[in-house]
């Protein structure tokens, strides 16, 4: 699972595509969940090692 870490929130999915304009990110049964372009994504995050260290990314 990842964390896109947004501006206004985060974004939870199963997986991504990356495009040339930003990232398509889908859940479980690859329903698209939400396009981000590239100026609007603070980072893209593996949810493991998001939750592995209480420090923060940010």
Do not use: W
Not at 18 to 32: N, P
């Amino acid at each position: 699972m990842y964390r896109a870490i947004l501006p206004e929130g985060q974004i939870l999915c199963d997986r991504y595509e990356q495009g040339e304009k930003g990232f398509e990110l889908y859940d479980e049964t690859d329903q698209l969940v939400a396009f981000v372009p590239y100026d609007n994504l603070h980072a893209l995050v593996d949810e493991d090692v998001y939750s592995a260290d209480d420090r923060s990314i940010m």
